[in-house]
């Protein structure tokens, strides 16, 4: 049976492939933006654990989650809680984002904002410097090791910041292999979507104090933001527990209140 991860992943391979846009004139304009606001930096500024906060209206796994939030609104709110970073889904089919919602919460805000899409080909990486992200996702479960390279080598030529999630030590060793400077481990298995709330603490002891690290996924409150500070990441990115809450404002600045400094 086809995978959550394999349903997604088919289809923008599909989309990629039917592309017909010129990629050279697609890299010179994403080359020609405005700079970036430095989303790796806005993570490791020594102030305790970072917060990545998420704009996410649904997932393939739990279904919808907040189908009509207004992602102007729910951005301020989250900057307000001193998030130092938001995480925006473009993906359309399968969790109701959209380029826009990227575009209009990071023009209300003045943090660094990732797009969280599953980058499959350079044309994905030039769309999401010319919608205005400061960062871009490469899962290494998504993608051969030379993909991965390619793409990371990419992002740099465009200065637009790369975070590589992984899942396990070994796609951690494929991330540094690539030159990965800021890792994602994620506690969800792309496979089942199950959470494994292990997972991070076993795999950060992979990665090197030089690379910033983040834990994603299973991240419910303050608690568990404290034991991933304190087993060696600099940051967690959250969704699901922010956008159901009733107070986001109040519930980024409990998760940024946790955990060990830098």
Same mark, same amino acid.
């Given at each position: 049976m086809p995978t959550y991860l394999d349903k997604?992943? &088919?289809?923008? #391979?599909? /989309?990629? %492939?039917?592309?017909?846009?010129?990629?050279?004139?697609? +890299?010179?304009? =994403?080359a020609a933006g405005a700079p970036t606001r430095?989303? $790796?930096? =806005? !993570?490791?500024?020594?102030?305790? !654990? /970072? *917060?990545?906060?998420?704009?996410?209206r649904r997932s393939p796994s739990k279904g919808n989650l907040a189908v009509d939030?207004?992602?102007?609104? !729910?951005?301020? #709110?989250?900057e307000r809680g001193g998030a130092a970073c938001l995480s925006v889904l473009t993906d359309a089919e399968f969790f109701g984002g959209s380029p826009d919602? +990227?575009?209009? /919460?990071?023009?209300?805000?003045?943090?660094?904002? !990732?797009?969280?899409?599953? $980058?499959? &080909?350079?044309?994905? *990486?030039?769309?999401?410097?010319?919608?205005?992200?400061? &960062?871009v996702l490469l899962i290494a479960a998504a993608l051969s090791p030379t993909e991965l390279a390619d793409l990371l080598g990419l992002s740099r030529r465009l200065a637009?910041? %790369? +975070?590589?999630?992984?899942?396990?030590?070994?796609? &951690?060793?494929? =991330? +540094?292999?690539?030159?990965?400077s800021l890792v994602g481990v994620n506690q969800r298995d792309l496979v089942t979507f199950e959470v494994d709330t292990a997972r991070a603490e076993r795999v950060?002891?992979?990665?090197?104090?030089? *690379?910033v690290r *983040?834990?994603?996924?299973?991240?419910?409150?303050? $608690?568990d933001a404290g034991r991933l500070a304190d087993a060696g990441f600099d940051a967690v990115l959250v969704g699901e527990s922010l956008v159901t809450?009733?107070?986001?404002?109040a519930a980024v600045a409990a998760l940024k209140g946790t955990g060990r400094a830098h």
């Open positions: 997604i992943l &088919a289809a923008h #391979r599909a /989309a990629a %492939a039917a592309d017909r846009r010129d990629l050279e004139g697609l +890299l010179a304009e =994403a430095g989303f $790796t930096a =806005a !993570l490791s500024n020594g102030e305790g !654990l /970072a *917060v990545i906060a998420e704009v996410k939030l207004d992602p102007v609104g !729910l951005a301020g #709110r989250y919602d +990227l575009r209009t /919460a990071r023009d209300r805000v003045g943090i660094p904002v !990732l797009r969280k899409d599953f $980058t499959v &080909a350079p044309a994905d *990486v030039a769309d999401a410097r010319i919608m205005g992200a400061d &960062a637009i910041d %790369a +975070l590589v999630e992984v899942h396990d030590e070994a796609e &951690a060793e494929v =991330a +540094l292999a690539a030159g990965a950060v002891k992979a990665l090197p104090e030089s *690379v *983040v834990a994603e996924s299973g991240i419910r409150n303050a $608690t809450s009733p107070d986001p404002s």
